[in-house]
């Protein structure tokens, strides 16, 4: 079952838009703050779907739940291909492309709410099988170091894929074809992991159920710490990340000018030639990051102080984030998000060890969706935010990058998780 894990995480992971989407979105038309709008957007529908679907694949089989989450992230990415094709063909106005954008990002935020925490939930349901519970956080790494190597592989192939068609648009229509390779791997699943109930659930009994859940969430202390956590650190970078692609754009541009000053190249083409190289060290560096991971932790019941230790270098790297921002200069801001990167894969495993370990198995995909609906949340809220302050930092020229507003809110967010140090006791909760 490893294989079939990891090969799920590989083929889920040939993104090739997550690497040019707001280029793709700039390519569009479209101003930061509006991109921002468009991901909270998204965000708010995960928000809404997101603990439902984990009890629907809790009672109701977590393999049909993640087929259905990879068709509708097909019909997703055929959405933003065939809109984005014709606004920049302009047979489509910004009136109408908008609308059909957050559609768009609907069934994308379908495909999320019903794809995250329940493959977690396949993975931990078939270690406990095994009786193999202590290694949770070896093996998910390994799984996710596959994803990573799969996000290596995909940003070669979206890079070549830009360059040969000179649009960054075109990327969604490709990614399609390993999520229809997905959907026949997970048919492969055993039905034995699917922890489902002898008898068919009701309404009534998803709705216990989620109710049950929440209360946990809601009353356990540690659970409720791993939440907030999870807001902070996952909410924000994943609201800031995507901001690397128009840093490395802008990088690019003169440093292709000198290299190719005899070749005439599309913008579209400059820009591959530091963000194929870029994402392809960073995913390494992730894979073997993730891979790597549980070395981190010494023994069982040692992550909350690895978890404070990663908490203290992230806030080092904002620090050293902001004043390279505020001054443009391109190499410290790429090497800072790389260093962001690797430590959110770090940090990746280690809080969904903790979140297993002071949750019931029975409601390890509901928990675990609870988890991302929190992230979610955060993201949703922070997003247009940061899209604004961007917008105007730039709008007003202050400082030599308008970027600088994410190493503010990095700091800022990362300097209470730290201070606020605390070891996490499994309390039982009853509902």
């Not at 541009?253 to 963000?275: C, H, K, W, Y």
């Not at 509901?366 to 247009?384: C, D, F, N």
Request: proline share 3%; glycine share 8%; with cysteine.
């Amino acid at each position: 079952m490893l294989r079939r894990f990891s090969l799920y995480g590989f083929l889920k992971n040939q993104q090739y838009y997550e690497y040019f989407i707001i280029l793709a979105f700039r390519q569009m038309g479209l101003s930061y703050f509006m991109i921002g709008v468009l991901i909270a957007f998204r965000e708010v529908m995960v928000n809404i779907m997101e603990i439902p679907t984990g009890g629907v694949a809790d009672l109701c089989g977590r393999r049909r739940s993640m087929i259905f989450s990879f068709v509708a992230y097909i019909v997703s990415f055929a959405l933003f291909g065939i809109c984005g094709t014709a606004a920049t063909e302009s047979r489509l106005s910004q009136h109408f492309l908008v609308p059909l954008l957050s559609l768009a990002m609907f069934f994308f935020a379908i495909g999320e709410a019903f794809r995250t925490g329940t493959h977690k939930a396949l993975i931990f349901s078939w270690l406990r099988m095994q009786g193999r519970t202590e290694e949770r956080v070896k093996v998910y790494g390994y799984t996710r170091s596959w994803s990573k190597i799969g996000s290596a592989v995909s940003v070669i192939l979206a890079c070549l894929i830009v360059f040969g068609t000179r649009n960054f648009i075109y990327v969604f229509f490709f990614a399609i074809i390993p999520y229809l390779l997905n959907i026949i791997n997970l048919l492969g699943y055993p039905a034995e992991i699917d922890c489902r109930p002898d008898t068919r659930s009701s309404l009534r009994d998803i709705m216990n159920h989620l109710k049950e859940t929440l209360l946990v969430a809601v009353k356990q202390g540690s659970l409720r710490r791993l939440i907030l956590e999870s807001m902070g650190f996952e909410g924000f970078f994943k609201a800031s990340k995507d901001y690397l692609q128009p840093i490395l754009m802008a990088a690019a541009l003169p440093l292709t000018a000198r290299l190719f000053s005899g070749i005439r190249l599309a913008d579209e083409q400059r820009s591959v030639v530091l963000i194929g190289p870029v994402f392809f060290i960073l995913f390494a560096l992730s894979a073997f990051a993730s891979r790597n991971a549980y070395r981190l932790v010494p023994s069982s019941g040692r992550e909350d102080a690895t978890a404070h230790r990663l908490w203290g270098v992230a806030l080092l790297i904002y620090m050293g984030l902001l004043p390279a921002l505020y001054l443009g200069i391109h190499w410290i801001m790429i090497v800072g998000f790389m260093a962001l990167y690797a430590v959110q894969n770090l940090w990746r495993p280690v809080l969904i060890g903790r979140f297993d370990a002071h949750s019931d198995e029975a409601k390890g995909a509901t928990v675990l969706s609870i988890e991302s609906q929190a992230k979610s949340l955060s993201t949703m809220i922070m997003a247009p935010v940061l899209g604004f302050a961007i917008d105007l930092a730039g709008t007003h020229a202050i400082g030599s990058s308008e970027f600088w507003p994410i190493g503010v809110l990095g700091v800022l967010i990362a300097i209470p998780f730290f201070l606020k140090r605390g070891t996490l006791v499994c309390n039982s909760v009853t509902s």
